[in-house]
């Protein structure tokens, strides 16, 4: 529909309609621009009577006894259609009854005009009782004349009290009305009132609910005046049906809301006593003192702004707006929070974050609501809910960063510094890397609550001891306030934490490793990581146990270093002798070719024999050529010789026979003239399960191109030669 004048359509049963061109039900007469389409989808179904079966039993003929049937409804093209049907006695035939209906559709644009006025809606008596079909089919357009309005508030104790409604049946029959209008369920209500004034009093009843309906509500609710028994129709929430018609056995009315005001039955609705119902209350606070609820009802729609369609029609937002509304009404009047929040702390801050979610610009007033909340409680006193009022102030802060917000957090802090509180709202605030960086932030511009930082930072890191868990810690420290870095104490604490944690890990090497490679983007680190590298580098020879080192481990340890410690730096003996170790071990696995011996020269001599050990312990399982040379070394003595006993003592633990074999092979032509060598040599060869058992070894040691070597072998091919070998190689022929 489109346009904001207002549509008509008749509908009754005559010789011929717009419809049908026969006898029967149709309509009879249109607005010219009312479409035909959305008469027959809209306007059909809902031009029905039924009438009262205590008089159409008996053939009652006077018309004016029964009641005519006001029916309201909104379909989804968002028109109001008010329409009234009337029982006629006599159709155009003279010989039986019919009904007549007069239906007013009313335009989107327009409607809003009509639904915040209930008195205009149901007061309305512009309805057309009769048509002549020879006025032609067309109607006009209208502007409806409502006549004068009466003020039904002002007298509504006494509707009340005629129909035996109490304020309790009246909270019931408002909350039955909402669900229904939210849900699926019908609300059928029996009058105890006259058949000839039903329609009437209905309509007041109608009025008055509508006067304590939100506005979501209104612009969706059907109603129907008048039907002869309790029955469903689409689009109506709400219908007046005759007394004495209700099937109490039918199982489709129990699970409808039923208000049999005639006889006092009231079912599928709960009893509200003892429960709170907020909005229910309030409105029945209202109806009670004659009072209208158009003010709540416009904060209602403010506060909702942005929300789905579904979403108002929940109940359960009109009992949190009513505590809302309230306390912000106390709160104008200068009387103190109302009892609300003071019941409710949490679930009341819940409540306004949850509305100002969603187009906060138009919220104006709950945003001052909650600040003006802290404000009044200035910190969380209570133990038992302050994490929760944190959470809520720091959603808070992420809708409107309030000074307000942090001030009431750093109160709480301090309120709690003595408490495992303290921590636990720290621990929350991490969560939330927007408040948390205002907050380090606010702290850090005010030096008076340095010492709040200072705790929540010891008693953060004091449970850490991995190297990685301080690391990831540190950058979330630094990616939400990298000005931290400005502050000197936080930055030493991080550096000894850190360092601390490298000397004290299982495998140094690899924790300073981790260090090293600790992504901090920026110039403004570059000092940091400089700083934090040396304190690393420090504390990793101060923890590292040179027995313990690995190929790898030295491989690490010169990527680390920057080969700028000084003896100032490593004020303590046993670390600096610890880094020149550590440097020759280096530089003698990273140049191979470089003799061993000469590297170790720059060495005092308890380092050397410290080398000497620690090669030895490395090469255990790396018992390679490429590593005789420094396996040779660590076996040398410091008078330019070689402890040849241990080395093949350390041979025959350690190397396989084709190794051994190789060894033997290469330290010949480095040392196989020395009758040392020739010695432990021959002992080894000679002792039980030598390489010397395998005739292929043989073989290969006679053919080492060496004099002295060979006549070493001759010998001991020959101690080592059978008894029947000897003695013909003692009387052979020369």
Same mark, same amino acid.
Not at 526 to 541: C, G, H, N, P, V
Not at 596 to 622: A, D, Y
Not at 659 to 688: C, M
């Given at each position: 529909m489109s346009g904001r004048k207002i549509k008509q359509q008749i509908y009754t049963r005559e010789r011929g309609g717009i419809f049908h061109p026969t006898a029967g039900y149709d309509t009879i007469a249109i607005s010219e621009d009312l479409d035909k389409a959305f008469v027959k989808k809209y306007l059909h179904p809902i031009c029905i009577y039924t009438p009262p079966k205590a008089l159409s039993s008996c053939g009652e003929k006077d018309g004016s006894l029964y009641p005519e049937a006001l029916t309201i409804i909104q379909p989804e093209t968002g028109d109001l259609i008010i329409g009234q049907a009337v029982h006629i006695p006599r159709d155009f035939t003279g010989q039986r009854s019919t009904y007549f209906m007069h239906n007013y559709i009313i335009p989107q644009e327009c409607k809003q005009e009509w639904l915040k006025n209930p008195a205009r809606l149901f007061q309305l008596n512009d309805f057309i009782t009769s048509y002549d079909r020879d006025m032609g089919h067309v109607l006009p357009e209208s502007d409806i004349s409502v006549g004068e309005e009466k003020e039904l508030l002002a007298n509504n104790n006494e509707l009340l009290l005629e129909l035996g409604i109490s304020e309790q049946i009246f909270k019931q029959l408002l909350f039955a009305v909402m669900s229904s209008v939210s849900g699926k369920k019908m609300v059928y209500i029996a009058l105890n009132a006259e058949l000839q004034d039903y329609s009437k009093v209905a309509r007041k009843l109608l009025e008055l609910l509508f006067h304590y309906l939100p506005y979501s509500y209104r612009g969706k609710l059907g109603a129907l005046t008048f039907s002869s028994e309790p029955e469903g129709k689409k689009g109506i929430n709400i219908t007046f049906f005759e007394p004495g018609t209700l099937n109490i056995r039918n199982r489709l009315m129990e699970k409808q809301f039923i208000f049999d005001l005639s006889t006092g039955r009231i079912s599928g609705v709960a009893p509200l006593e003892g429960q709170d119902h907020e909005y229910l209350d309030f409105a029945c606070m209202q109806l009670v003192a004659g009072e209208k609820l158009d003010d709540f009802y416009e904060f209602a729609e403010r506060a909702l702004t942005g929300f789905t369609e579904e979403d108002k029609l929940e109940i359960a937002s009109y009992y949190e707006l009513t505590a809302i509304y309230q306390t912000a009404i106390y709160q104008t009047l200068s009387e103190g929070n109302s009892g609300f929040f003071e019941k409710n702390k949490i679930g009341f801050l819940s409540s306004l974050l949850k509305f100002l979610q969603k187009d906060k610009a138009v919220k104006r007033d709950l945003e001052q609501l909650f600040i003006a909340q802290m404000q009044e409680e200035k910190l969380a006193m209570d133990e038992a809910t302050a994490t929760d009022i944190i959470r809520a102030v720091m959603e808070f802060n992420h809708i409107s960063l309030h000074a307000d917000g942090l001030s009431y957090i750093i109160n709480t802090l301090k309120h709690y510094e003595n408490d495992p509180l303290f921590h636990d709202i720290w621990k929350i605030l991490e969560e939330d890397p927007h408040t948390y960086q205002h907050l380090i932030e606010f702290i850090h511009e005010h030096p008076d609550y340095g010492w709040m930082f200072n705790q929540y930072i010891d008693e953060k890191f004091k449970s850490l001891r991995h190297v990685e868990n301080i690391l990831d810690s540190l950058s979330h420290l630094l990616v939400a306030a990298p000005f931290l870095l400005k502050n000197s104490w936080f930055e030493?604490?991080?550096?000894?934490?850190?360092?601390?944690?490298?000397?004290?890990?299982?495998?140094?090497?690899?924790?300073?490793?981790?260090?090293?490679?600790? !992504? %901090?983007? *920026?110039?403004?680190?570059?000092?940091?990581? +400089?700083?934090?590298? @040396?304190?690393?580098?420090?504390?990793?020879?101060?923890?590292?146990?040179?027995?313990?080192?690995?190929?790898?481990?030295?491989?690490?340890?010169?990527?680390?270093?920057?080969?700028?410690?000084?003896?100032?730096?490593?004020?303590?003996?046993?670390?600096?002798?610890?880094?020149?170790?550590?440097?020759?071990?280096?530089?003698?696995?990273?140049?191979?070719?470089?003799?061993?011996?000469?590297?170790?020269?720059?060495?005092?001599?308890?380092?050397?024999?410290?080398?000497?050990?620690?090669?030895?312990?490395?090469?255990?399982?790396?018992?390679?050529?490429?590593y005789f040379q420094h396996l040779?070394?660590?076996?040398?003595?410091?008078?330019?010789?070689?402890?040849?006993? !241990? %080395?093949? *003592?350390?041979?025959?633990?350690?190397?396989? +026979?084709?190794?051994? @074999?190789?060894?033997?092979?290469?330290?010949?032509?480095?040392?196989?003239?020395?009758?040392?060598?020739?010695?432990?040599?021959?002992?080894?060869?000679?002792?039980?399960?030598?390489i010397w058992q395998n005739k292929d070894v043989r073989k290969e040691l006679l053919n080492v191109q060496s004099y002295s070597f060979k006549k070493l072998i001759k010998e001991i091919q020959h101690e080592t030669a059978s008894p029947v070998v000897k003695f013909f190689k003692k009387h052979a022929k020369p």
């Open positions: 030493s604490q991080m550096i000894f934490i850190t360092a601390d944690a490298v000397g004290d890990a299982i495998n140094p090497v690899k924790a300073a490793n981790l260090v090293k490679d600790y !992504q %901090l983007d *920026g110039t403004e680190f570059t000092s940091f990581k +400089e700083r934090l590298m @040396l304190f690393t580098e420090i504390a990793l020879l101060d923890g590292v146990n040179l027995n313990n080192l690995t190929l790898e481990d030295i491989e690490t340890f010169g990527r680390l270093t920057r080969n700028q410690l000084s003896e100032s730096e490593l004020k303590e003996a046993g670390v600096l002798a610890k880094y020149k170790i550590m440097t020759v071990l280096h530089d003698i696995f990273r140049s191979p070719t470089l003799p061993v011996e000469l590297s170790l020269k720059s060495l005092p001599f308890c380092s050397r024999e410290q080398v000497r050990e620690v090669l030895k312990h490395l090469l255990e399982n790396q018992f390679s050529p490429t040779l070394a660590a076996f040398a003595d410091e008078d330019g010789s070689y402890h040849y006993s !241990q %080395l093949f *003592g350390y041979l025959r633990k350690y190397a396989d +026979e084709q190794t051994a @074999l190789l060894f033997i092979q290469w330290t010949a032509k480095k040392v196989g003239n020395d009758v040392h060598y020739q010695r432990e040599l021959k002992k080894y060869l000679l002792s039980p399960k030598s």
